[in-house]
């Protein structure tokens, strides 16, 4: 067995079910011997003023979560309810890891939201409102950023860590299914990724990247955006080697977790060459 990340501690954020992407990344992480801190949506105290179907909601969701997390990695793996629209939620975990002296080698960015998809239709963007579009940025994006800062202000981040955040190559382009506001939101966390990989690198080597997958529906997320069905096939029709697997983009995501691998700062594509089309 490949024990590449034995004695890692990896932090993996957005797993929602057992398809999703961020579940299989973790199962990687978990063969190649990382152990795994994993956080999901949930209701903290720092949720006020909630009406009951919201409460019912975050519970449901956090113990879905929870449930996919020990069925599928283990009982052992710790477990932590983070909102990341909440800057106190992101504090509270990072404290929690600070107060049981646990440093983090490598942290899976997973997480992204866009209210103009609703009940499988993408809004055009010309009707996305001012909230809408800030929602998706918050969330999607400035996550990633706000995270980090607050590892790292806790100096939980060793030297040389890594840093992943999934993305899509509809960061870049008009793809063949809607992306729209999301897409907006994913150029930026890219962006976000440049900076962070200069900033990082420079003062304590720490590696940051992102990684376009294929189109990916076997999750729940996936499978309610419109016209998601139509691009996977279509992608896996046109890409010189067809799409690729869940497993391919875990393995990437593993290598890139490697110590001292000095990558850094780059956009990857795990889609079976679709890219390079014109």
């Known amino acids: 067995m490949n024990q590449t990340l034995k004695g890692r501690t990896v932090i993996i954020t957005g797993i929602t079910d057992a398809s999703s992407l961020a579940l299989i990344i973790a199962k990687e992480c978990k063969d190649q011997g990382a152990k795994l801190i994993c956080t999901g949506l949930g209701k903290t105290p720092f949720h006020k003023n909630l009406s009951e179907n919201s409460i019912n909601f975050l519970d449901r969701t956090y113990q879905d979560f929870q449930n996919t997390v020990k069925k599928e990695l283990g009982e052992e793996v710790i477990t932590f309810p983070l909102d990341v ?6 504090d509270s975990f990072a404290d929690f890891l600070l107060e049981n002296k646990v440093s983090i080698h490598s942290l899976l960015h997973s997480i992204a939201m866009d209210k103009t998809i609703r009940q499988g239709k993408v809004k055009p963007i010309m009707t996305v409102s001012r909230e809408e579009f800030m929602d998706a940025m918050n969330v999607s994006s400035f996550s990633l950023l706000a995270i980090v800062q607050s590892l790292y202000n806790r100096n939980l981040l060793v030297t040389g860590a890594s840093i992943v955040a999934l993305s899509y190559l509809g960061a870049e382009k008009v793809v063949v299914h809607p ?27 720490i590696q940051v990247n992102a990684i376009r997958f294929s189109p ?7 499978s309610a955006i419109e016209g998601l069905e139509e691009a996977e096939l279509h992608c896996n029709t046109s890409s010189p080697l067809g ?23 780059e956009i990857r594509h795990v889609d079976g060459g679709y890219h390079i089309r014109g």
Do not use: H, W
């Not at 629209?85 to 992101?90: A, F, G, Y």
């Open 243 to 265: 799409n690729a697997r869940a497993k391919d983009l875990a393995e990437e995501v593993c290598y890139l977790f490697r110590p001292s691998n000095r990558i850094t700062g």
């Open 216 to 222: 990916y529906r076997a999750s729940k997320a996936g």
């Open 179 to 205: 992306y729209k506001n999301i897409g907006v939101a994913k150029a930026a966390l890219e962006r976000l990724v440049k900076e962070m990989a200069m900033e990082l690198g420079k003062e304590k080597e």
């Open 85 to 90: 629209t909440i800057q106190e939620s992101i």
